[in-house]
């Protein structure tokens, strides 16, 4: 019998231990600009964000008003040279995500904006607010074209990251212990 609640014991404390995580919310938040209306987005994840990662995300839309563009793709870039940080975002098509912090549009109806935190900031590692400056390229049919902006705005990261808390490891340890000292005893 208590073979079982040691054993029980022990696999709930592991089971513990993978549950014991928090997430972050990065909430964007860009003012109108350069012809583009103001928009927000946000996503949620596990941990920090660094360079070269994707993101999930809800596709979000950008508008003049007229036309409209929906972000699909992500990716995070840092320049070294600055260094700094960015965000860029496309809707698919023939518009690309350029590393380290560029985009590029081929044809309408695409569109990508780049959001980069200010120039020495690296990825954010702590919650708090940002600010945010960005470049957007946004292709339509139609006597202008292309719509070019620079977009402003704030990066809002809350919540609290946990990558592995000590007390599950503490607790993991003495069901371990006390699993060990269980099958010594019952040997002998």
């Not at 928090?22 to 994840?45: E, K, M, P, Q, R």
């Amino acid at each position: 019998m208590l073979w079982r609640v040691t054993r029980t014991f022990a696999l709930g404390t592991l089971a513990v231990c993978g549950l014991a995580r928090a997430s972050l919310v990065y909430d964007f938040n860009i003012d109108a600009a350069g012809g583009i209306d103001a928009f927000s987005f946000s996503f949620t994840v596990p941990s920090f964000i660094g360079d070269g990662q994707s993101p999930a995300f809800t596709p979000f839309t950008v508008t003049d008003g007229t036309h409209s563009w929906t972000m699909i793709n992500d990716l995070t870039g840092f320049t070294s040279g600055l260094p700094t940080a960015c965000f860029m975002f496309d809707n698919g098509g023939t518009s690309s995500l350029q590393p380290p912090c560029g985009v590029g549009v081929g044809a309408p109806p695409d569109g990508a904006l780049t959001l980069v935190l200010g120039v020495g900031v690296p990825f954010p590692t702590a919650t708090g607010e940002y600010t945010l400056s960005g470049s957007g390229l946004f292709d339509f049919a139609g006597e202008s074209g292309t719509l070019e902006t620079s977009p402003v705005g704030t990066l809002d990261i809350s919540g609290t990251a946990v990558p592995e808390p000590r007390t599950s490891i503490g607790l993991f340890l003495i069901a371990a212990a006390c699993l060990g000292w269980k099958l010594r005893r019952q040997r002998a």
